[in-house]
């Protein structure tokens, strides 16, 4: 199975500011990669696929970038809205696997 | 619009069996195959593996041979998890989620309690 090395575990960032979040894959994924986001008691929203489309209604201020093994989620201008955990899944090989996930906070 | 409902919560004890179902709406059932993953509490998502909603065929993940049980009732558009002589370590939520390649439709979970 591919791994995937999620960073970091946890975070805490201020209002405003840019926060990034990185996956690192056991092995190339062709771009299969997706981000989600899940609030406590809550399932997993999509946010980006295919390592950087945006889902339709997720706020601009997401974005992905990488390739190959290297992934990244970068939210721009963090609201309070956006306090939550963020997981990575790689799709490009079954099974799909997940990182370990980054609980974001508010410093 | 898309949605997933699953079935509440299940408090259960070691050796029994429960059954989650998630029902869809808002598309067509049989176009997406239904895919289940479980979060224990407190920790990450770990895919179970996927029921081909067409043919009716499951895939078990390599974790998840065994006691595991997906399966359908088409005429219903809903799916099915079973998870037969439950042990402590099956505690967690269970998620139903519809996939193209990626997972954009997902239930609102199902906590399974397992306690003697």
């Known amino acids: 199975d591919i791994q995937m090395t999620q960073s970091p575990a946890s975070l805490s960032a201020s209002l405003g500011e840019t926060v990034t979040i990185e996956c690192r894959a056991s092995?190339?994924?062709?771009?299969?990669l997706a981000w989600y986001q899940q609030k406590p008691g809550k399932s997993p929203q999509l946010l980006i696929y295919?390592?950087?489309s945006l889902h339709t209604g997720v706020p601009s201020r997401f974005s992905g970038s990488g390739s190959g093994t290297q992934y990244s989620l970068k939210i721009n201008s963090l609201q309070s809205e956006d306090v939550a955990s963020y997981f990575c899944q790689q799709y490009y090989d079954y099974p799909d696997t997940f990182g370990a996930g980054t609980k974001l906070e508010l410093k | 619009q898309i949605q997933l409902v699953q079935s509440g919560p299940e408090l259960k004890k070691p050796g029994e069996s429960v059954k989650i179902s998630c029902k869809a709406s808002?598309?067509?059932?049989?176009?997406?195959?239904m895919y289940w993953v479980k979060q224990a509490p407190g920790q990450g998502l770990q895919y179970m593996g996927w029921i081909n909603t067409e043919t009716g065929k499951p895939t078990y993940a390599d974790d998840f041979k065994g006691r595991f049980v997906f399966f359908l009732e088409t005429s219903a558009s809903t799916a099915y998890l079973q998870i037969n002589n439950l042990k402590n370590e099956d505690m967690a939520t269970y998620f139903c989620?519809?996939?193209?390649?990626?997972?954009?439709?997902w239930g609102p979970g199902t906590m399974v309690t397992v306690s003697s």
């Open positions: 092995e190339d994924i062709y771009n299969g």
């Open positions: 295919n390592a950087n």
């Open positions: 989620a519809r996939r193209d390649w990626y997972f954009d439709f």
């Open positions: 808002g598309y067509t059932f049989t176009n997406y195959g």
